[in-house]
């Protein structure tokens, strides 16, 4: 079992930055396929990135490519999202997935094994 804490939500205005951390316990997750997923208001929960478990595989969404970055510390079994040049538009619940296949196709949105319980960011025009 894995649990995954997520942190570092708040409310930033448009043009600035955070950086979210996702926290997940037991040494197996270390081998996990991680994701970040987002989902606003009357929205459908919607693909953000993605990361190997060795990071060195990247995915983004088109929508935060150039702006946001994903990287993975095993040693510390965090995973985080480096968020730049927020936008309205990326006021979200943002949600951390795991899961032990090697890769997971994006649109597979439900089928990740864990999630964590989702941090809020709220970006003011």
């Known amino acids: 079992q894995v649990q995954l804490v997520e942190s570092g939500g708040g409310l930033v205005q448009a043009g600035g930055s955070l950086r979210l951390s996702c926290a997940a316990s037991g040494r197996s997750s270390r081998t996990y396929f991680m994701a970040w997923f987002r989902q606003a208001p009357g929205k459908e929960r919607e693909f953000v990135a993605a990361i190997t478990w060795n990071g060195l595989s990247l995915e983004y969404a088109e929508s935060v490519k150039g702006r946001f970055t994903i990287s993975r510390d095993n040693a510390k079994n965090t995973v985080a999202l480096q968020m730049n040049s927020l936008k309205p538009e990326d006021t979200a619940v943002y949600y951390c997935?795991?899961?032990?296949?090697?890769?997971?196709?994006?649109?597979?949105?439900?089928?990740?094994?864990?999630w964590g319980q989702g941090t809020q960011v709220t970006v003011s025009s």
């Open positions: 997935a795991a899961d032990p296949r090697i890769y997971v196709d994006r649109s597979q949105t439900s089928s990740f094994e864990f």
